[in-house]
């Protein structure tokens, strides 16, 4: 067996310091080594053009390599300061918004160039609809507790109870949020620091990540912009909860957000996988209410702590606004009809396009089965009529039902960041619908199913990009399809 040739370029786990020349989609800066052997590409997520990195190769092949950011050691000339601690949610904070939202229309578009073979994508472009708030826009937000932190003048680790997020890359070491990162609501992560004394006065130890032990865990936030309301979960391990009084936390908790706290839930999770909610164990009400109320577009809509909901949700009315707009565009395909919803989630797009049409039926599918409980309480609550909600996998569904082929004219998907399966997207294909507003959080995804729907005669007719995560790299898409 020949050996493998061995790149002349960089070898894995190597630390290099990169100068960020280019920016591609997903947020990754282009640096270039060149040396006598040539010109060899890496990239490194969460940088900017002009930015001098250190980072670490992680996958490297013969024509590029990969790595990860370990710090930033002279920041682009484009970057402005700002009043907010830095946080791995949000590495773009710095750069104007201008400049965000160009790096984002072209390399978003670039993407359906190259995998989607759409040559005039650039003709078909609709519209960049923009966040309406581009600080403090989250409603929700998670905070983890650690027995490892990090030192920001040595850059290292050390023993130290933390609350905040983890360092970007290092699963186990953790980073004490200390004031307003400018992504959710400030009064409560200013005083973050005052939530993680108290715990730290309990004497009972934040969760050790290599060593897989210690009691408290997350502390997670949902905030209705209706309400003005935070409904708070603190996740714990059992070991140890005799010994820590969650009525008394509560009322800390109270004595701080006054009427602004509408509930503390305690969540015990004795797993060691790194998740907030386990999947055995306990949910319990400590205080006040488990559910807040969150409206959009007039409608309004219950949101338990597990239930999927829109994390942006100012702009996510926007981006409804843009999907319904899609799909009313031709009456005709909307009235009197039936119109799928596909990957439907809490069925927030079906009601607001039935509300909004005449005799339209809405069939909703989803394979999660807590956000098609909450989607039918919603249409009850909205008192939204002509909906009917299945929990199922979408490809699962259209077999079970062939009564809908030939039926619809119009399909709204919305799939989860992996897209859709290719079997699945053939059985969507099937319905033989005159059209498709395809909803996207993952436009690379999207862009490859856009090559599968136009062989079977689906063609691009617009495309607008949604910025509902202001200083991420990341991009929602609305596309309409329309059968040639």
Request: some cysteine; proline content about 4%.
């Amino acid at each position: 067996m020949p050996s493998r040739e061995r790149n002349k370029f960089v070898k894995k786990n190597q630390v290099l310091e990169l100068k960020i020349e280019d920016y591609a989609f997903g947020g990754k800066g282009i640096a270039r080594i060149r040396n006598e052997e040539g010109d060899f590409v890496v990239f490194v997520p969460n940088t900017l053009p002009g930015q001098l990195v250190k980072a670490q190769i992680n996958k490297s092949s013969k024509k590029y390599a990969e790595a990860k950011l370990i710090d930033v050691l002279v920041p682009s000339e484009n970057e402005v300061d700002v009043p907010f601690q830095d946080i791995p949610g949000a590495p773009y904070i710095q750069l104007p918004i201008d400049l965000q939202h160009k790096y984002k229309k072209e390399s978003t578009l670039s993407l359906f160039k190259r995998i989607g073979k759409v040559e005039n994508i650039d003709d078909l472009f609709d519209e960049f609809v923009t966040s309406p708030n581009l600080f403090h826009y989250r409603n929700k937000m998670e905070y983890g507790f650690s027995a490892i932190g990090y030192d920001r003048i040595t850059k290292t680790d050390k023993d130290e109870f933390t609350l905040g997020f983890k360092r970007r890359g290092v699963w186990w070491m953790g980073d004490n949020l200390d004031k307003d990162s400018g992504l959710f609501d400030k009064q409560m992560e200013d005083n973050l620091k005052n939530i993680r004394k108290y715990c730290f006065n309990s004497g009972l130890d934040p969760w050790h990540g290599p060593k897989k032990s210690g009691f408290f865990r997350y502390f997670v936030v949902r905030k209705s912009f209706k309400t003005d309301e935070l409904l708070c979960n603190l996740v714990t391990t059992s070991v140890d909860l005799n010994n820590f009084d969650l009525q008394k936390f509560a009322t800390f908790l109270k004595n701080i957000f006054g009427k602004r706290l509408a509930g503390l839930i305690h969540t015990i999770n004795d797993e060691v996988g790194d998740r907030t909610i386990a999947t055995s164990g306990s949910l319990n009400l400590i205080y006040g209410k488990d559910k807040i109320v969150e409206k959009l577009l007039d409608l309004n809509f219950e949101i338990s702590m597990k239930s999927f909901f829109q994390t942006n949700p100012k702009c996510a009315e926007k981006l409804y606004n843009k999907v319904i707009e899609y799909v009313l565009e031709d009456k005709t395909k909307v009235d009197n009809t039936i119109i799928m919803d596909l990957f439907c989630g809490t069925g927030t797009i079906g009601q607001i396009v039935a509300s909004k049409s005449n005799n339209t039926q809405i069939v909703g599918v989803d394979i999660v089965a807590s956000a098609i409980e909450d989607a039918k309480e919603n249409a009850k609550r909205n008192n939204v009529n002509g909906l009917k909600f299945y929990c199922s996998d979408v490809g699962k569904f259209l077999i079970a039902h062939p009564e809908y082929q030939n039926k619809i004219k119009t399909i709204i998907l919305d799939p989860a960041r992996a897209g859709i399966a290719p079997k699945t997207l053939q059985k969507i294909i099937a319905l033989n619908a005159d059209r498709m507003v395809y909803v996207s959080c993952n436009p690379a995804t999207q862009a490859r199913d856009t090559e599968i729907l136009r062989d079977a005669g689906y063609l691009i007719k617009k495309i607008s990009l949604v910025d509902q995560f202001p200083h991420t790299s990341h991009i929602e898409t609305v596309v309409l399809f329309e059968k040639s």
